[in-house]
């Protein structure tokens, strides 16, 4: 072999940048204590898209130096093989022109190399997530585990993000209750048989949320939206807004979310903004007009809920620097002074706050873990662990009790997002035996929407679960099957 060739020394230069650069990224996540520390080999999934299409077999059973078996051998090898491979067949079929088809090749390589890297790295992201999907779902994706319920659809609409949220309110005036259903643009109002009755639209305009509230009791509905990477906005029954919140940090970045609930007891409504890194959270009243800010340096989740029984909401949030294996969860009263902080063994930041087996039990926070979900007092302590196959601890989770039976306890539905396809409802009884799954395969990651409503007077309840089937947004009933 001919180590003076061109391709030879460019082979070697480029995949000793590339090398360096994965031993970089690698050891910034293995010292790093957050839990998105892996988005540092986000451009190495693009730049060694091929690799992951001929790799026969997941990296992932190296263990921690996974990545680094992946991009820093692997990859780099690659990137060595290209051009000293295309310099071999040059210098074979073009003996008498090498110099003058170097320079073509080189001048457009770059552009070429690009082109082909986007298009493969949609295959191999593709590849990657039908790779990497909980072994214990991959049986039963698109299909129950048992016929315990029976689901039906009961609303569809096109809309890409799907369904935000589900509510069951009296939100105008001489009207019965209603299904408020949120979709990206709009709000569709149904009535208990499950016709349309109402669309009230926001100007076209795009939101990622939208929550109804009754903020004064006149069953005159208000609107609290919140549009991705741009803010929190308030609009009156008609649509029209009322006032927007749209503060932007330069270095924290743009707002990550809002949780409302009256937090001091006035009947008002107060809204949490808050923000993922360093400007934590705004407490901001009826009027728009903040009151307080909770700086954060990480946080992972946030919810508000009455979980002291003092008769209004609080603030627990959950910081996501959890890379050790231990999460901190703190409650913050209506001054935005810490109330309490616990930390709980767990790899998860998500949760959601449930009172269960009944709703006269003391609020719980629930957790999803791997392959478990996992309900804790608000110390910490574990109240009951559930089966959960190919649960994980990342991903948005929601849940709710419901009364299938008028005789019998609520059941408990956890309907959990598992990143990046996966949409999945767990179904326990009042011991906590595992009764039915479902496993929807979608097109991007929704936030999990689902709601308990009163079907009659008989007291029964039907669960009602929002999805999204090819660019359909839909709410499936379901009920027990006998």
């Known amino acids: 072999m001919n180590k003076n060739t061109i391709g030879f020394k460019i082979g070697v230069a480029i995949a000793a940048i590339h090398l360096c650069l994965v031993m970089f990224a690698f050891f910034a996540a293995l010292h790093s204590k ?51 491979l295309i310099d071999k067949v040059v210098t074979r079929v073009f003996p008498n022109g090498t110099r003058t088809v170097r320079g073509i090749i080189i001048s457009g390589a770059i552009p070429l190399l690009l082109v082909g890297f986007v298009c493969l790295s949609g295959v191999s992201t ?19 585990s048992s016929d315990f319920l029976t689901g039906k659809v009961i609303f569809e609409a096109d809309a890409l993000s799907g369904i935000s949220s589900i509510n069951r309110m009296n939100c105008r005036a001489g009207a019965d209750m209603e299904l408020l259903l949120a979709l990206p643009r709009e709000v569709v109002f149904l009535n208990e048989s499950y016709q349309e009755k109402r669309r009230l639209d926001f100007s076209g305009q795009v939101f990622k949320t939208i929550d109804p509230l009754d903020m004064d009791g006149t069953h005159s509905c208000k609107f609290i ?39 001091d007891g006035d009947g008002k409504q107060e809204f949490a903004i808050y923000y993922r890194y360093g400007q934590g959270i705004h407490l901001v009243d009826s009027d728009g007009k903040m009151r307080w800010k909770h700086p954060v340096l990480a946080l992972g989740h946030l919810e508000m809920a009455d979980v002291r029984g003092n008769g209004m909401a609080e603030i627990i949030y959950s910081n996501s620097n959890n890379a050790f294996g231990t999460t901190d969860f703190t409650i913050l009263d209506a001054d935005g002074t810490v109330a309490n902080q616990h930390k709980i063994a767990t790899k998860s930041y998500e949760f959601a706050v449930i009172r269960w087996p009944n709703a006269e039990a003391k609020p719980n926070l629930l957790l999803t873990e791997e392959r478990k979900i996992r309900i804790v007092d ?4 574990t109240v009951m662990q559930l089966d959960a196959p190919g649960c994980r601890p990342f991903g948005d989770v929601k849940a709710v009790t419901v009364k299938f039976k008028k ?56 669960l009602l679960v929002g999805s999204k089937q090819k660019n359909k947004a839909q709410v499936l009933e379901y009920s027990l099957t006998h």
Request: charged share 20%; net charge negative; hydrophobic share 45%.
């Open 34 to 84: 957050s839990s998105t520390s892996g988005l540092v080999y986000v451009w190495f999934y693009f730049l060694d898209a091929p690799i992951l299409l001929l790799l026969p077999f997941s990296v992932n059973l190296f263990g921690k130096i996974a990545p680094l078996i992946q991009f820093g051998v692997f990859g780099s090898a690659m990137w060595f093989m290209i051009p000293w």
């Open 126 to 144: 593709k590849l990657i997530i039908q790779r990497e999907r909980p072994a214990e779902l991959k049986t039963m994706l698109n299909s129950a």
């Open 225 to 263: 939206a919140y549009k991705f990477q741009e803010g929190v906005y308030l609009f009156d029954s008609k649509g029209k807004e009322i006032w927007n919140y749209t503060q932007h940090d330069k270095i924290t970045g743009t707002i990550d979310g809002v949780r409302f609930g009256d937090i």
């Open 378 to 381: 608000l110390k910490g302590e």
């Open 407 to 462: 005789e019998e306890p609520e059941y408990l539905a956890v309907k959990k997002s598992l990143h990046p396809d996966l949409s999945v409802l767990y179904v326990y009884d009042a011991n906590g035996k595992f009764v039915y799954q479902k496993t929807d395969v979608i097109d991007l990651v929704l936030a999990p929407t689902l709601a308990a409503v009163p079907a009659n007077e008989s007291g029964v309840e039907k």
